[in-house]
């Protein structure tokens, strides 16, 4: 510090002689005040009188005005950032924008109509203060949407609201490639959608192809069809076939295959498995026939037991009990089949139908 | 003992040039009280006037402790969207400049807390030598009239080490260092602005000027 400055500082600090005392300990607060221009009339006077005194104060009054110096002059980050004043105008015209749109929306009167418009004003409000939250809410949004509409649909449409026409697209492939192919394998891969699936089917012939869709496509279905009512593939496949067309049921003509490979499959996990795939549907003239047909003729006693089983159920529940045919099948096996437990079941079988009729 | 290039930041006092092109438009300049009566009464205009009469430092402010163009975009149009949403209920209880600040330094606090807490959400908080701007060094020479440039190229460091200390301050010191050093605000003013005492400033002040000198060891 110069000897003038000393000099001055003494002077107002004499003339300035408050109650104040600082030491070196009090003093670092002070300095950091001082230097700033923040302390108070007697602060500055006590500052002034102690530097006089001290040296090591002064060294560091010195050191707290350079500091403040340096950042008088520093560049700031502001000036690097936006030198060209660029990014004020944008910022002014972005709050334009969502000024404007608050204007209109206060222009249409939305806050005096009621609770939901001054939801919607706020919910407005809060996407243009968070763009990134309204961003994420639009996509849930749509998400939403995406999964509640088709199921809207589908029951608008059952209840007859809207006419509909349906259109089926030509096959994709055509008999002459069902007669000359072969499944290589079917596969279950995800669709997209929460736990659903769609079907791969590859098919070995002269090109091969790869079918694609949901079990209820119906190239899927018949191509499925086709491997099960010829006895086509290994058995494996046909398990397959059986376990993906087992989700169409309600198609009557799924029903119908079912019952067929249930009646002629060569192999009889695979006959099982048709039969088991018809539970649910004994009430249908074919499926009751074919479970008639499998008790009285399969080899399997496997089969047998699942179609006496069935039988046993439908009858237990008093749905089939106006067929005469199944009290005398019943009886016929309770009485020759060569397996205890077909005979065990059919029997108490007959004791159920007899009270019923 | 004047200081250095600290300009007195008083409500109503300063004018931008956009906003002297509008204020011709009224046909005189107006108080911020007769503004902001009138953009409590729906008049647009008014609000614009108002925004364009501060934005300028509350950009500033926002780059200076943000240090990214897109997040101070995000508290300028923050900010001054919840001072328009907000303004039918001031009351006139402090000065608008005052109040409107107040708005910033949440804003801005908000935003320096919820970075600090995603930390591979932070700006690079000091900057490397290459990228001191080349005019510091013009600056310093310009200021001391001995051109020394072994000083000169202590003042350099210091201002990389500034930038570099200003990011060790807590949030609220960060804010009040800014606003005493580079917005040029008095602590009684910056107590007002943030809701408490200028003791308490002047005490968050102390700490942020030892941390800093600390920072700058034997450089000073």
Redesign the interface.
């Known amino acids: 510090m110069k000897p003038l400055e000393n000099d001055k500082l003494a002077k107002s600090a004499q003339a300035n002689a408050s109650a104040l005392e600082v030491n070196c300990e009090s003093a670092?607060?002070l300095l950091?005040?001082?230097?700033?221009?923040?302390a108070k009339p007697e602060e500055r006077a006590a500052v002034e009188q102690h530097v006089c005194e001290c040296a090591n104060c002064a060294a560091m009054l010195a050191?707290?005005?350079?500091?403040?110096?340096?950042?008088?002059?520093?560049?700031?980050?502001?000036d690097?950032?936006?030198l060209a004043g660029e990014?004020?105008a944008?910022?002014?015209s972005?709050?334009?924008e969502?000024?404007d749109d608050?204007?209109d929306r206060?222009a249409l009167g939305l806050q005096s109509q009621g609770f939901l418009a001054r939801c919607f004003a706020w919910c407005r409000?809060e996407m243009?203060?968070h763009p990134a939250m309204g961003a994420a809410f639009f996509v849930l949004m749509g998400l939403a949407v995406g999964r509640v509409m088709p199921n809207a649909s589908n029951g608008t449409q059952q209840a007859g609201l809207i006419p509909t026409s349906t259109v089926y697209a030509s096959p994709r492939i055509s008999d002459q490639q069902l007669q000359n192919m072969n499944v290589s394998g079917i596969y279950l891969v995800p669709d997209g959608t929460a736990g659903g699936q769609s079907v791969e089917l590859h098919l070995r012939a002269m090109q091969p192809i790869v079918i694609t869709g949901g079990p209820d496509d119906e190239d899927v279905k018949r191509v499925l069809s086709f491997v099960m009512t010829n006895n086509q593939s290994d058995s494996d496949v046909r398990m397959d076939s059986v376990d993906v067309l087992r989700s169409s049921t309600n198609d009557a003509e799924v029903r119908r295959v079912l019952c067929a490979t249930s009646l002629h499959d060569a192999n009889a996990s695979v006959r099982l498995r048709a039969l088991e795939a018809l539970h649910g549907f004994e009430q249908d003239d074919t499926v009751r026939d074919t479970l008639l047909d499998a008790l009285m003729h399969d080899s399997n006693p496997g089969v047998r037991i699942e179609a006496v089983s069935e039988l046993r159920a439908t009858v237990e529940s008093g749905k089939a009990t106006a067929d005469p045919r199944i009290a005398r099948v019943l009886r016929d096996l309770s009485e020759h089949d060569s397996n205890n437990y077909i005979r065990l079941q059919a029997a108490a079988a007959v004791r159920n139908l007899a009270p019923q009729q | 003992?004047?200081?250095?290039?600290?300009a007195t930041a008083l409500p109503g006092d300063r004018i931008t040039i956009?906003a002297a092109d509008r204020s011709a438009q009224l046909g005189a300049r107006l108080d911020d009280r007769t503004l902001v009566e009138r953009a409590q009464e729906?008049n647009?205009s008014a609000?614009?006037e108002l925004?364009?009469r501060y934005?300028?430092d509350v950009?500033?402010?926002a780059?200076?402790l943000t240090?990214r163009?897109e997040d101070?975009?995000d508290v300028?149009?923050?900010a001054?969207?919840?001072a328009?949403?907000n303004l039918p209920r001031f009351r006139f209880e402090c000065s608008f400049y005052t109040w409107l600040y107040r708005i910033v330094t949440n804003v801005c606090l908000d935003h320096l807390r919820r970075r600090k807490s995603r930390p591979e959400d932070q700006a690079p908080e000091s900057a490397d030598e290459g990228d001191v701007?080349q005019?510091?060094f013009e600056?310093?020479r310009e200021?001391n009239a001995s051109s020394d440039p072994e000083r000169a190229a202590i003042?350099k460091q210091?201002?990389i080490q500034?930038?570099a200390a200003m990011g060790q301050l807590s949030a609220r010191e960060r804010i009040i260092f800014e606003m005493?050093?580079?917005q040029g605000l008095?602590?009684r003013a910056i107590g007002d602005m943030l809701g408490t005492t200028e003791e308490t400033v002047?005490n968050s002040?102390?700490r942020a000027?030892?941390k800093?000198?600390i920072q700058?060891g034997g450089l000073?």
Not at chain 2, 1 to 6: K, W
Request: glycine share 4%; proline share 4%.
């Open positions: 670092e607060r950091i005040y001082y230097a700033c221009d923040e050191v707290e005005l350079r500091l403040q110096q340096m950042l008088a002059t520093m560049p700031q980050t502001a690097e950032l936006d990014l004020l944008q910022c002014r972005e709050l334009a969502a000024l608050s204007r206060t409000m243009v203060m | 003992m004047p200081l250095f290039g600290l956009g729906g647009q609000f614009e925004v364009h934005d300028r950009l500033r402010l780059l200076n240090r163009p101070a975009r300028y149009q923050e001054f969207l919840k328009y949403k701007p005019d510091f600056k310093q200021m003042g210091i201002g500034i930038s005493k050093h580079f008095k602590l002047k002040l102390f000027t030892r800093l000198r700058l000073l």
